[in-house]
């Protein structure tokens, strides 16, 4: 099946303690992406991918890393989580960026 | 800049009823349009996409939505309403930027009353 999943879907940690998220896509895509959703904000993008070892920043970048050493994989890195990135978190990729991007099924992340 | 907006963040409907739910767009260059729906506790569906064509577009679940260029709208309709149809629902603009991402609109939550 066609997919993209994340992990974890849910956790809750502490102020400073680094954490990754991982995400995985089986369909062969060269884009990938990470977007955070907030309450009355929608999605916004933290950052994007065209292709293997190319990345670069979206729209709310700060605090965050990524890497993009497999086509397949795209962890997202939280070096020194903020209560302020407490938020639920979308991966998605797709073929490349004109078509649709297809989405994780999201983290929910608590930092206390 | 590219933009979207999503008028309504709660519409409420009842069951049969027409669904109506808005979106305009604001872009400098030929957009590509989508609308995603999110169940609670999930990710985000894709319902129908515009990229060129037909204006007139089909989705899933009997959903369509029409591209009127000279309105700058892509509004969602579909038109009977059912209980499984109480999602959020995400106008989403792409095409137009190099970093390839979608600009989401702020959501409209439906409801379906019975």
């Known amino acids: 099946e066609a997919q993209v999943t994340q992990n974890p879907r849910y956790l809750i940690t502490v102020t400073g303690k680094k954490l990754t998220v991982t995400c995985s896509q089986n369909m062969n895509h060269e884009y990938m992406s990470w977007y955070r959703q907030d309450p009355g904000l929608g999605l916004r993008q933290i950052y994007y991918s065209m292709n293997v070892e190319v990345t670069d920043k979206g729209d709310v970048p700060e605090g965050y890393k990524v890497s993009r050493k497999e086509k397949r994989n795209f962890p997202l890195i939280l070096e020194s989580p903020s209560p302020n990135q407490t938020s639920l978190y979308f991966c998605?990729?797709?073929?490349?960026?004109?078509?649709?991007?297809?989405f994780g099924p999201g983290t929910r992340l608590t930092v206390l | 800049a590219q933009s979207v907006t999503q008028l309504g963040s709660h519409v409420s409907v009842s069951e049969g009823a027409l669904v109506l739910l808005r979106c305009n767009y604001s872009?400098?260059?030929?957009?590509?349009l989508f609308w995603y729906v999110q169940y609670p506790n999930q990710g985000l569906q894709l319902l129908l996409k515009y990229t060129t064509g037909a204006t007139l577009v089909k989705g899933i679940n009997g959903f369509e939505a029409e591209f009127k260029k000279s309105e700058t709208s892509f509004h969602l309709t579909k038109p009977s309403a059912h209980m499984s149809d109480a999602a959020e629902y995400f106008c989403a603009l792409g095409g137009g930027g190099s970093q390839g991402n979608l600009i989401f609109g702020k959501g409209t939550k439906l409801s379906v009353k019975p």
């Open positions: 872009s400098s260059v030929p957009p590509y």
């Open positions: 998605a990729s797709s073929p490349d960026r004109e078509h649709e991007q297809f």
